[in-house]
């Protein structure tokens, strides 16, 4: 079987469905409904383009994903009959579930345009794969990436999504202790339990400038050195920072316009985020030409550096009302896929790293 980053993007994918679909989780009841009743009710009167859109091109990811993954383990298998069906039947299960959610409306017509994205999506993997569009992706892979880069890919790939939720500190991912500790404290208010929660002796206090100008080269250094330990020449590493940064900013810029407004997607670029930007230029250059164990030993040692520095510092009343306009209104329903994406990246590459490299050593002492 190949290795292959469809796999892994097919599941997190599934992920995210499943949290879209359930969320925000709360007061589950049985509403006197039959289970599938929804599927032989009638269709409803009002359903707006949006409706159509979202539900088609929500499953349309997964149906591809699946689908590329089984062509590429197993070119045998009915890969995009496989996808539908895998699709609708979670489609089916996420819809059914719904039935205990007061907040939520199962839907005959969401299952269909479900079942039809992800045939479309399915679809379009068998047609890109005929035409060979694949098979020069395969190609173009083998020339920039090493070996066994599909995990890495898929970490890159999540980066900009995870920087759409809003960070306290500009590019700075995984700052949670202190929103995990306000809401462990809310879940065991008026229990035991709560005496067991460790106290802090001192109060987290803001970043100072030059901890934030630290934290956002971090923030830009991570991922791009991430891709010096998968990318093969000099050349292919300059450019992929290039695409880093872009894609960086341009997904900081777009969180900020969804929060503020367009005439405010640039304004989190002040002073600070500036020098933190060049700083981080003039630090990843010359990695550029750094072996692969030195980089990911360096990303370690950042990763850590950051998460300490994030995980130290309180966040400001300003971001409270950030969180606030994500939290409510127009954001309900996408904020926390977001939220828990920004959270796990920076962990998720920790137990990469980790594994990477006792895997390196290993390959050594033998």
């Given amino acids: 079987m190949k290795k292959t980053a469809a796999w892994p993007l097919a599941w997190v994918y599934a992920a995210l469905i499943v949290y879209a679909s359930l969320y925000p989780f709360e007061n589950w009841r049985t509403q006197g409904v039959a289970l599938g009743a929804f599927m032989w009710a009638p269709w409803p009167q009002y359903w707006t ?49 719904q039935v205990y959610l007061p907040s939520r409306v199962a839907s005959n017509v969401d299952w ?97 400038p030059v901890y934030e100008v630290l934290c956002v080269a971090l923030g830009l250094l991570l991922p791009c050195l991430l891709a010096f330990s998968v990318l093969r020449n000099t050349r292919q590493k300059a450019l992929a920072a290039m695409l880093l940064l872009s ?6 810029a777009l969180s ?24 981080a230029a003039l630090l990843g250059t010359p ?21 300490a520095l994030l995980n130290n510092a309180s966040s400001s009343a300003y971001f409270a009302l950030t969180l606030q306009t994500w939290e409510q209104g127009r954001f309900i329903r996408f904020h926390g896929l977001m939220q828990w994406i920004g959270w796990l990246w920076p962990f998720v590459l920790l137990v990469y790293l980790m594994r990477s490299l006792s895997s390196l050593k290993s390959q050594h002492e033998r």
């Fill in 112 to 208: 269909l345009l479900n079942v039809g994205g992800a045939f479309l999506g399915a679809a379009t993997a068998w047609i890109l794969e005929r035409v060979g569009a694949l098979e020069r992706w395969s190609q173009f892979r083998a020339r920039w990436f090493v070996r066994d880069a599909h995990s890495a890919m898929v970490l890159l790939a999540l980066w900009p999504v995870a920087l759409l939720f809003p960070a306290p500190v500009p590019l700075g991912l995984g700052q949670i202790l202190e929103r995990a500790e306000e809401a462990l404290a809310l879940r065991l208010q008026d229990t035991p339990w709560l005496d067991w929660l460790p106290v802090r002796e001192v109060e987290l206090q803001p970043l100072l």
């Fill in 287 to 307: 990695l550029i030409w750094v072996k692969e164990r030195a980089v990911q030993v360096m990303t370690l040692v950042g990763l850590v550096l950051q998460l």
């Fill in 247 to 252: 894609l960086g900013l341009g997904a900081s």
């Fill in 49 to 97: 383009s949006f409706d159509v859109l979202s539900n088609v091109l929500g499953y349309a990811p997964l149906g591809f994903f699946i689908s590329l993954a089984l062509r590429r383990s197993a070119r045998h298998w009915p890969a995009v009959a496989l996808a539908t069906a895998f699709a609708g039947a979670l489609s089916l299960a996420m819809e059914s579930l």
């Fill in 256 to 279: 900020a316009a969804l929060t503020y407004g367009p005439a405010h997607a640039w304004d989190w670029i002040d002073g600070p985020v500036q020098m933190g930007l060049v700083l």
